[in-house]
Structures are given as C-alpha cells and as structure tokens.
C-alpha cells in the first residue's frame, strides 16, 4: 500500500535507537524525509546511514529517482527535552508534517523516594516536552492542511504499574491534554493528533530493565526475560520495525479519520475487552 506521504517531512525523537529508530526507518522507507533526533551523536549518525541504506534497499530498480525513494535523512545530535535541544531543531527547519514525539522514560522506583525535582524532571520529559513540540507545529500543519502527531507513550497509561509511577503519572497528563486539542479546530484542518502505547518492546531499555531485575532477584537475565516472555500472549517481545510500521500508518494519508486515539501495540497482553 501507498502511505501517500512520500516528500513530507517528519521529526522523530529518540530516533537513534530502539523504538524512535523503528518509526524513522519506517517513515524513510515511505519516502518521507526525517530528522533524527537523540543526544548521543555517534549512535544517531551510525542509524541515519543504517535508515540511509534500507533506503537504498528497498528501492525498486526502475524508480532510482523517484521522490518515494530519496527522501532527506538529518540529524540532530540534541536533548530533545530542552528548550536549547529544540531550538537546535527547529533552527534547521519548523514546517513539519509529522512528528513523533519520543524520549526515554522516567526511572522506575517507589514513589516514597521520588522528591518536587524528580517529579518535574518527569514531567518535562514526558508530558511537557510532547507538548512543546505539538505547540511549535500543529499550527503550520493547520495552515497547510496536513498533520500528524504520534506522541510514544506506554501501556502502563492503561495498564498502570506501580514502580513506573513517574511515567504513569507523566505520560497520563500528556494523554489527557491529547484527548482535548484532538478535537479542537485542528481536527477540520487536516491535523491528527494519537498516541501510540507499547507494551513490552525488545530494545535497550527493555535489556536494561531485565539487568536491573535480574540484579535485584538475583537470578540470569535470560531467566528473568524468559519468564517475562512466558506471561505475553504471543510468546515473543515485540520489535521496533513493526512499531515503526505501524506508526508509518497512523502519519499516511489513510489514518485521516484515526484521531485523538490511544493505540495499544501490545500483542494482546492487556487483559480487557476495550
Ligand atoms: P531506547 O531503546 O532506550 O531508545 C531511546 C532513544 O531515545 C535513544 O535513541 C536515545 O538516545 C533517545 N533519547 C533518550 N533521551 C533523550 C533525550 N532527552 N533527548 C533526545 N533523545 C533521547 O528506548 P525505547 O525502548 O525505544 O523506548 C522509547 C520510549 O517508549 C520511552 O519513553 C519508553 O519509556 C517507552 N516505552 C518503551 C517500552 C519498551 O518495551 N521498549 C514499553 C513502554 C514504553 P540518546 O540516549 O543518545 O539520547
């Protein structure tokens, strides 16, 4: 299928890696044009010329010159959760068509031990920087008559997990301030705004948090990841590409009427009928 967004162009955040990565791929690969961001430089510079060369790949022999399969691939080597990280994007251009809005989460911890600076650090990751960036594009989209917004949240907003309070917490206002400009003015302009929630995904952070259990229950990671992979579903984590492909297909011109939802891509391990 033809996404019908080749030549737009895309912000990705937290796009060296991990989920981020998978959406940046998979928006390349539909001939999107992307600025990567995340804050170390080399690791974003090696997965632009990865996403640079599946480009390349995936382009069919007789359209080498075709604008689906050469879109623009920029860095920006930046703390996307500052104001001095976001003008270092938007100096490089402002008139984005879509943006994923992505970085890492909060620390997991008991809430006990979580003080006014570890909240607010939270909060500027995970709800207010979302919304700075929505706030700096959705106007222009508005104006041009096309938009997507794709904010990565999590499962635990539906799902909520104790230890995970900071993101439940955080990720909750972001969903709630989602829920009304969705279906603001914006709406008849063209602009959706989701939320894409993961469930148990295998990238650096998931790797991580099973070193930080395994250390805590004293047993090998293997064991920890496998009993983890034993209570899902479909027996198996789920990868950045098919993230990625689904994010693709909530910024094409097909998810036009896909608004002011949260998509829940967990591999059916929420346990509710809704
Ligand atoms: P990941 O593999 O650790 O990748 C995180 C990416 O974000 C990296 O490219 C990282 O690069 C970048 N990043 C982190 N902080 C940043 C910042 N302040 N500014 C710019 N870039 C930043 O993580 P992931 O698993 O893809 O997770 C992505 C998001 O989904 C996180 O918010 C996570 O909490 C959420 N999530 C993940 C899962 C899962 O199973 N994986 C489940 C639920 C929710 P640098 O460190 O170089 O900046």
């Not at 967004?5 to 940046?24: M, N, P, Q």
């Not at 490089?92 to 879509?98: E, P």
């Not at 006990?112 to 960036?133: C, G, K, Q, S, V």
């Amino acid at each position: 299928m033809d996404m019908g967004i080749a030549g737009r162009w895309a912000l990705v955040g937290g796009a060296s890696k991990g989920l981020g990565y998978g959406c940046a791929a998979a928006l390349a690969q539909e001939g999107v044009n992307v600025v990567m961001v995340s804050r170390g430089r080399e690791a974003l510079e090696a997965s632009a010329i990865k996403i640079r060369a599946l480009r390349a790949d995936s382009m069919p022999a007789n359209s080498q010159n075709s604008l689906k399969n050469s879109p623009e691939i920029l860095t920006v080597a930046a703390d996307i959760t500052t104001a001095s990280g976001r003008e270092a994007i938007f100096s490089l251009r402002q008139d984005f068509d879509i943006v994923v809005t992505n970085a890492g989460g909060p620390p997991a911890g008991d809430f006990r031990a979580w003080d006014r600076d570890t909240w607010l650090a939270a909060l500027d990751a995970n709800m207010l920087t979302p919304i700075e960036l929505i706030k700096a594009t959705v106007d222009g989209m508005a104006a041009r008559g096309f938009g997507r917004i794709v904010n990565i949240t999590s499962s635990a907003v539906k799902a909520p997990i104790d230890i995970l309070g900071l993101s439940n917490g955080a990720r909750s206002g972001l969903t709630g301030f989602v829920a009304g400009i969705a279906r603001s003015s914006l709406a008849a302009k063209g602009v959706t705004i989701n939320n894409l929630l993961p469930g148990i995904f295998d990238t650096d952070r998931l790797a991580s948090n099973f070193a930080t259990q395994a250390a805590k229950a004293g047993k090998p990671v293997e064991d920890i990841k496998a009993a983890r992979i034993a209570a899902l579903p479909g027996k198996r984590l789920g990868n950045a590409e098919e993230f990625g492909k689904t994010c693709a297909f909530l910024c094409s011109q097909h998810a036009g009427y896909i608004n002011g939802q949260n998509i829940l891509i967990d591999g059916g391990s929420y346990p509710g009928t809704f």
